[in-house]
């Protein structure tokens, strides 16, 4: 059974750079044809996909956030990791990382609240 | 980026009841849509894949169907257990997208 796990501060000062990283166990990142990806759900609110990236490094990022963002993928920890620069309150939300197959995320972490608050 | 708006935005039924929940596109998405379920404090979990396939170990009384803009979400016999929020998700174009969520309560 996959899962998934965010880590990760859980208060930012604004302006600063949101980091987290998704633990993946019961299955290898390396495998293929899964993209990871980041998603996240602003308090009350709905579903915003940040992006994603394949285990051999390529990328999507979602326009609306494109110039702040980076994921990347570490194949020997079995993790991947987002980079979310010069936030502000408007990044507070709780942050999901999620493994996806052809347009389907079927397995979700249990998400991460991060706070950007000074 | 390809809109997706879900009706109603939230809803009250009895248990038992045939509930439906509508998703519309902005454009043809085909049949590349997916439904989640979202319970208080927790991840979204996949119950519908492409539109009409049931996810494994989900119920039989969840249910979708449609193509194109237009599609449904059933849940046929409401449980205790379905108080949720659903969500429908669009792949056919990338960024991929969510509709703003249903919200459904027990009356």
């Known amino acids: 059974q996959v899962q998934l796990q965010e880590s990760g501060p859980g208060l930012v000062k604004p302006s600063q750079t949101l980091s987290l990283t998704c633990t993946v166990s019961?299955?290898?990142?390396?495998?293929?044809?899964?993209?990871w990806s980041w998603i996240r759900q602003h308090p009350g609110k709905g579903l915003e996909w940040i992006g994603y990236?394949?285990?051999?490094?390529?990328?999507y990022y979602n326009p609306s956030l494109k110039s702040r963002v980076t994921i990347s993928v570490d194949t020997s920890k079995n993790q991947f990791s987002l980079k979310l620069s010069s936030v502000t309150a408007a990044d507070t939300a709780v942050y999901y990382c999620?493994?996806?197959?052809?347009?389907?995320?079927?397995?979700w972490g249990q998400g991460t609240l991060v706070t950007v608050s000074s | 980026d390809i809109q997706m708006t879900q009706s109603p935005s939230s809803l009250s039924a009895s248990v038992g009841d045939r509930v439906t929940i509508t998703c519309q596109a902005s454009?043809?998405?085909?049949?590349?849509l997916n439904w989640y379920q979202q319970k208080p404090g927790k991840a979204p979990k996949l119950l519908i894949y492409?539109?009409?396939n049931l996810e494994t170990g989900v119920p039989s009384r969840f249910s979708g169907s449609g193509s194109g803009t237009d599609f449904t979400f059933t849940i046929s016999s409401l449980q205790p257990e379905d108080i949720a929020t659903y969500y429908c998700?669009?792949?056919?174009?990338?960024?991929?997208?969510f509709g703003q969520g249903t919200k459904l309560e027990i009356k």
């Open positions: 492409d539109a009409s």
């Open positions: 998700q669009q792949y056919d174009n990338l960024p991929h997208t």
């Open positions: 454009q043809d998405i085909s049949n590349y």
């Open positions: 999620a493994r996806g197959l052809d347009g389907v995320l079927d397995y």
């Open positions: 019961g299955g290898s990142i390396s495998s293929g044809g899964y993209y």
């Open positions: 990236i394949y285990y051999s490094g390529s990328t």
